[in-house]
C-alpha cells in the first residue's frame, strides 16, 4: 500500500514531535524565546558543549522551529513564529493535567515557593498604567536589554538580596522572568516575602506577554 498525503503530512508531524523530544532542545526553545541567541551563549546558559548545543539547533531548524541568521562571524537564532511558544505552551498544558510527575514536582518545588494566584496579563497591565505596582524583571541583564515589560525595572535574581533597598516595600511588586515555569520568578517572589514585601508573580513571562500583543519596551 502506498503511502497517501495524509500518512505524508504526519510523518512530518512526527518530525516535529521528535525535535521536542529533548529536554535540551526545549529550554534552548525557551532561551530564544526571549530574543536572538548566538551557540555560544545558548550553549552557556543550557550548560552544554558548543558542539551540541549547535547539534541540538540544527534539529530544530530542520524541524522548522527556529531560524538562523549570519552577523558578520556569526549565526544567531531566533523562534519561527508565535507557533513554536504556542506548541511549548501545548505541551507543558498536558503535561501538567495528565502527568502525575509534573504535578509532584509543581507541588514539591513550585507550590512551596508561591501558592497564591499569579498576576494576569491583563490585571498587570491596567495596574501598571495606574502607577499601582512595581514590574520587576528578575532574567539576566542580556535578556532585560532585548526586551521588557514596559516600565520594568531589572533586579537579577542572583543580586536581588543585595538590592533589597531598591525597592518600595510600600509598593507591590509583581516579578516576572521567562515563562510560566521559569524558576526565577518563584525563587524572587519567596525571597522577597521572607523580606516582608507585597509581592505577586506573573501569570507567564515575557514571550508570552509579546505574542499577546502587548507593549514591550528595550533599552
Not at 497517501?4 to 512530518?12: D, M, N, R, S, V
Not at 537564532?77 to 495528565?98: I, K, Q, W
Request: glycine share 6%.
Amino acid at each position: 500500500m502506498s503511502t497517501g498525503p495524509k500518512q505524508a503530512l504526519y510523518a512530518e508531524f512526527a518530525s516535529v514531535a521528535r525535535a521536542l523530544g529533548s529536554q535540551h532542545r526545549l529550554e534552548i526553545l525557551e532561551h530564544l524565546a526571549q530574543g536572538e541567541r548566538g551557540v555560544d551563549a545558548l550553549a552557556e546558559r543550557v550548560g552544554l558543549s558548543i558542539a551540541n548545543a549547535s547539534q541540538h539547533l540544527q534539529q530544530l531548524r530542520r524541524a522548522g522551529m527556529v531560524i538562523p541568521r549570519r552577523d558578520g562571524k556569526f549565526v544567531l537564532y531566533r523562534l519561527a513564529d508565535d507557533n513554536v511558544l504556542n506548541l511549548l505552551s501545548a505541551l507543558s498544558a498536558v503535561g501538567e493535567r495528565n502527568l502525575a510527575a509534573v504535578d509532584r514536582i509543581r507541588r514539591d518545588y513550585f507550590d512551596d515557593r508561591d501558592n497564591m494566584e499569579p498576576v494576569s496579563r491583563e490585571e498587570l497591565l491596567r495596574r501598571t498604567r495606574d502607577d499601582l505596582v512595581t514590574v520587576l524583571d528578575v532574567r539576566p541583564p542580556d535578556e532585560f536589554a532585548v526586551g521588557h515589560l514596559p516600565g520594568a525595572i531589572n533586579i537579577p535574581l542572583s543580586e536581588l538580596e543585595a538590592k533589597l533597598a531598591d525597592l518600595d516595600p510600600d509598593h507591590e511588586i509583581v516579578a516576572y522572568c521567562r515563562g510560566p515555569w521559569c524558576v526565577l520568578s518563584f525563587e524572587a517572589v519567596a525571597t522577597l516575602r521572607a523580606q516582608g514585601f507585597n509581592v505577586r508573580r506573573l501569570e507567564d513571562g515575557l514571550p508570552e506577554w509579546r505574542a499577546a500583543g502587548l507593549p514591550v519596551e528595550h533599552a
